[in-house]
């Protein structure tokens, strides 16, 4: 008995995942090689992902960026570790950053 996963086309779900992100997702093709073949991990959401990425681009320590978001750090690691989803407007906030992390420096300004 076949499933879903052993007939998918890797690169086309891919390709389609990461228009629907938005972004390149580097892992992505590995994690579906790994479902296809039967290997389930870890899941990643899309807000976590976006909260790592955000967070990288700007190039700051955990504790860093929280302080300018104004959020408990530990907050922040729950969001980018998938325990929670933040909220729409943090969602916003992590899209902005991720794509314009100069912002950043004005958000450590407005303190």
Known sequence: MSTDFENMNIEAVARAIEEDAGQALPSLRRSLTDAKAGRFGRVHTPAQILAKAARAKTGMTQ?????????????????????????????????????????????ETAG
Request: charged share 25%; glycine share 6%; with cysteine.
């Open 63 to 107: 504790q860093a960026f929280a302080e300018i978001i104004h959020t408990p750090v530990t907050t922040l690691r729950d969001w980018e570790q998938g325990r929670f989803e933040p909220p729409g407007g943090v969602t916003c906030l992590f899209s902005l950053l991720e794509r314009h992390p100069e912002l950043s420096r004005e958000l």
